[in-house]
């Protein structure tokens, strides 16, 4: 296994679990406490997790994985809901999209439909992630908008007040949110107060908000909300997701998708 594959299964775990031992962490990966020892002393020096007497912790409750070590995990099933998600958008249209791996997945499904590939502009998409519209500027048929703002080490995403002044001025057919978290009682939400609160800016110019999430990030709730669950008119998930989540969902008038 590469470093750069232990690191991400290590953050994964430690993410998941809140801690890992040294043993535990070498027992899992099939590789010598000493390279776990090492691993766990680089990643501190990064600030990625806090190293403990013989293992380490994550920083905290709002502690977020680092955008280049979550493209991996999940990735069949955000890109089946990408692609569903990229068939609910028409040619022409003005769309948002916030950062993330699943949104990133949906800007690369854009990016080849066939019914996309001319148009003056095909799409106009609106966002704030860096990466996306890297991605995408490529595609002389897609007008690309990008939102003013500090750009974000963690996501890629550029927020704080200077993209007010381009999100008031435009409007949009629709909103695609990555989110960490979706509940029926508590919304849509983020790791971070300023990512939200852009995200909260696009939705509100926008006609419909669509919520692309895997099953993982059903019912649970996270520390920055960016809208209620009523102000998302369709939900696009993986086929993993339990039928009394649905129903739920369903029931505050959110349209499922399970791909």
């Known amino acids: 296994m590469s470093r750069d594959a232990r690191w991400k299964t290590l953050l994964e775990l430690l993410v998941e679990r809140g801690r890992l031992d040294v043993e ?8 010598s406490a000493a390279t776990i020892r090492r691993d766990f002393d680089q990643l501190a020096e990064q600030q990625m997790l806090v190293r403990t007497r013989g293992g380490a912790v994550v920083h905290g409750v709002s502690y977020e994985l680092p955008l280049r070590y979550k493209t991996a995990r999940r990735a ?12 609910l958008i028409a040619p022409g249209e003005a769309v948002g999209l916030t950062g993330g791996t699943t949104t990133t997945e949906v800007a690369r499904a854009l990016a080849v439909r066939a019914d996309l590939a001319s148009g003056s502009p095909a799409l106009t998409v609106v966002t704030n ?6 991605e995408l500027a490529v595609r002389p048929q897609f007008k690309i908008v990008v939102t003013g703002g500090v750009a974000r080490a963690q996501s890629y995403e550029l927020i704080g007040p200077l993209a007010d002044g381009v999100l008031g001025q ?5 909103a695609v949110l990555g989110v ?5 009682t508590h919304g849509a939400a983020a790791h971070d107060e300023a990512e939200a609160a852009i995200n909260r800016l696009l939705c509100e110019r926008a006609a419909r908000v669509v919520v692309a999430a895997d ?19 369709t939900l696009v998930t993986d086929s993993a997701v339990d039928a009394e989540t649905v129903r739920r969902f369903e029931e505050a008038g959110v349209a499922v998708r399970a791909v």
């Open 180 to 184: 960490v978290a979706f509940d029926v």
């Open 170 to 174: 435009i409007t949009l057919d629709v």
């Open 129 to 134: 992630a860096l990466n996306i519209a890297n």
């Open 215 to 233: 099953s993982s990030k059903l019912g649970r709730r996270a520390f920055a909300r960016i809208c209620a669950a009523e102000a998302v008119g």
């Open 76 to 87: 069949s099933e955000k890109q089946r809901i990408a692609r569903a998600v990229a068939d």
């Open 24 to 31: 535990e962490a070498a027992a899992e990966l099939e590789v």
